[in-house]
Protein backbone atom coordinates (compact mmCIF):
# COMPACT_ATOMS: atom_id res chain seq x y z
CA UNK A 1 0.00 0.00 0.00
CA UNK A 2 1.59 2.97 -1.18
CA UNK A 3 0.80 5.82 1.79
CA UNK A 4 2.81 8.63 3.61
CA UNK A 5 2.53 8.80 7.73
CA UNK A 6 3.37 11.73 9.86
CA UNK A 7 4.24 11.63 13.17
CA UNK A 8 6.23 13.97 15.84
CA UNK A 9 3.85 16.80 16.39
CA UNK A 10 2.62 18.09 19.94
CA UNK A 11 2.47 20.58 22.14
CA UNK A 12 5.28 22.76 22.55
CA UNK A 13 5.96 26.31 23.90
CA UNK A 14 6.99 29.03 22.00
CA UNK A 15 11.24 29.14 21.37
CA UNK A 16 10.86 24.91 21.78
CA UNK A 17 11.95 22.35 18.97
CA UNK A 18 9.94 19.68 17.35
CA UNK A 19 10.83 16.80 14.64
CA UNK A 20 8.75 16.02 12.37
CA UNK A 21 8.95 12.53 10.24
CA UNK A 22 7.35 11.30 7.12
CA UNK A 23 7.46 7.92 6.63
CA UNK A 24 7.00 6.25 2.96
CA UNK A 25 5.63 2.60 2.74
CA UNK A 26 4.87 1.27 -0.85
CA UNK A 27 7.09 3.55 -2.73
CA UNK A 28 10.94 5.14 -2.83
CA UNK A 29 10.31 8.36 -1.37
CA UNK A 30 14.04 9.41 -2.67
CA UNK A 31 12.20 8.74 -6.31
CA UNK A 32 10.20 11.78 -5.39
CA UNK A 33 9.97 15.32 -4.23
CA UNK A 34 8.96 15.82 -1.07
CA UNK A 35 7.10 18.83 0.29
CA UNK A 36 5.90 19.65 4.12
CA UNK A 37 2.97 21.57 4.32
CA UNK A 38 0.57 23.34 7.35
CA UNK A 39 -2.75 24.72 7.65
CA UNK A 40 -4.15 26.58 10.41
CA UNK A 41 -7.78 26.74 11.50
CA UNK A 42 -9.62 29.09 9.02
CA UNK A 43 -6.81 29.40 6.45
CA UNK A 44 -5.22 27.87 3.23
CA UNK A 45 -2.83 24.91 3.04
CA UNK A 46 0.49 26.69 2.21
CA UNK A 47 3.94 24.75 1.82
CA UNK A 48 6.75 25.29 4.19
CA UNK A 49 9.38 23.43 2.74
CA UNK A 50 10.55 20.97 0.20
CA UNK A 51 13.66 18.39 -1.00
CA UNK A 52 14.04 17.54 -4.46
CA UNK A 53 14.32 13.99 -5.63
CA UNK A 54 17.52 14.94 -8.40
CA UNK A 55 19.52 17.16 -6.19
CA UNK A 56 18.80 17.26 -2.86
CA UNK A 57 17.47 21.01 -3.54
CA UNK A 58 15.83 22.39 -0.40
CA UNK A 59 13.46 25.35 -0.60
CA UNK A 60 11.63 27.18 2.13
CA UNK A 61 8.99 29.60 3.02
CA UNK A 62 10.09 33.04 4.02
CA UNK A 63 8.39 33.33 7.38
CA UNK A 64 10.45 29.33 8.36
CA UNK A 65 13.70 30.26 6.83
CA UNK A 66 16.62 30.05 9.25
CA UNK A 67 13.96 28.19 11.81
CA UNK A 68 12.97 24.84 9.76
CA UNK A 69 15.44 22.27 8.40
CA UNK A 70 14.44 19.55 5.88
CA UNK A 71 16.13 16.49 5.48
CA UNK A 72 16.23 12.89 3.86
CA UNK A 73 16.98 9.51 5.44
CA UNK A 74 17.08 7.45 2.49
CA UNK A 75 17.96 3.94 4.44
CA UNK A 76 14.88 4.48 6.40
CA UNK A 77 12.84 5.86 4.20
CA UNK A 78 11.42 8.94 5.66
CA UNK A 79 11.83 12.56 5.14
CA UNK A 80 11.94 15.19 8.12
CA UNK A 81 11.29 18.59 9.19
CA UNK A 82 13.21 19.85 12.22
CA UNK A 83 11.79 23.00 13.72
CA UNK A 84 13.76 25.24 16.11
CA UNK A 85 12.54 28.21 17.96
CA UNK A 86 8.97 27.51 17.43
CA UNK A 87 6.39 30.58 17.25
CA UNK A 88 2.48 30.59 18.19
CA UNK A 89 1.91 31.21 14.28
CA UNK A 90 3.94 27.61 13.57
CA UNK A 91 0.67 26.02 14.85
CA UNK A 92 -1.21 24.23 12.76
CA UNK A 93 -1.81 20.54 11.07
CA UNK A 94 1.50 19.63 9.24
CA UNK A 95 1.19 17.01 5.89
CA UNK A 96 4.02 16.22 3.75
CA UNK A 97 3.25 14.75 0.11
CA UNK A 98 5.04 13.65 -2.85
CA UNK A 99 5.39 14.83 -5.82
CA UNK A 100 3.34 13.33 -8.50
CA UNK A 101 5.63 11.52 -10.44
CA UNK A 102 8.75 10.00 -10.24
CA UNK A 103 11.57 11.50 -11.25
CA UNK A 104 9.84 14.42 -12.72
CA UNK A 105 10.55 17.82 -10.95
CA UNK A 106 7.40 18.98 -10.19
CA UNK A 107 6.94 20.34 -7.04
CA UNK A 108 10.12 21.32 -5.39
CA UNK A 109 10.97 24.40 -7.50
CA UNK A 110 12.21 27.95 -6.27
CA UNK A 111 7.97 29.38 -6.20
CA UNK A 112 7.01 26.24 -3.87
CA UNK A 113 5.90 27.94 -1.10
CA UNK A 114 4.91 31.12 -3.15
CA UNK A 115 2.35 30.00 -4.84
CA UNK A 116 -1.39 27.95 -3.85
CA UNK A 117 -1.71 24.55 -3.06
CA UNK A 118 -3.53 22.23 -4.98
CA UNK A 119 -3.82 18.91 -3.64
CA UNK A 120 -4.49 17.00 -7.08
CA UNK A 121 -1.18 18.37 -8.21
CA UNK A 122 0.38 16.60 -5.91
CA UNK A 123 1.16 12.27 -5.33
CA UNK A 124 0.23 10.73 -2.39
CA UNK A 125 -0.21 12.60 1.02
CA UNK A 126 -0.34 12.43 4.89
CA UNK A 127 -3.02 12.14 7.76
CA UNK A 128 -1.16 15.17 9.08
CA UNK A 129 0.16 15.58 12.14
CA UNK A 130 -1.08 18.61 14.89
CA UNK A 131 1.80 21.09 15.92
CA UNK A 132 0.53 23.12 18.78
CA UNK A 133 2.91 26.47 19.85
CA UNK A 134 1.33 27.66 22.96
CA UNK A 135 2.33 28.97 26.33
Known amino acids: QVQLVESGGGLVQPGGSLRLSCAAS????????IGWFRQAPGKEREGVSC????????YYADSVKGRFTISRDNAKNTVYLQMNNLKPEDTGVYYC????????????????????????????WGQGTQVTVSS
Open 51 to 58: ISSSNGNT
Open 26 to 33: GFTLDDYG
Open 97 to 124: ASDRYRGVQLMCVPSFSKVPVVRSRFGV
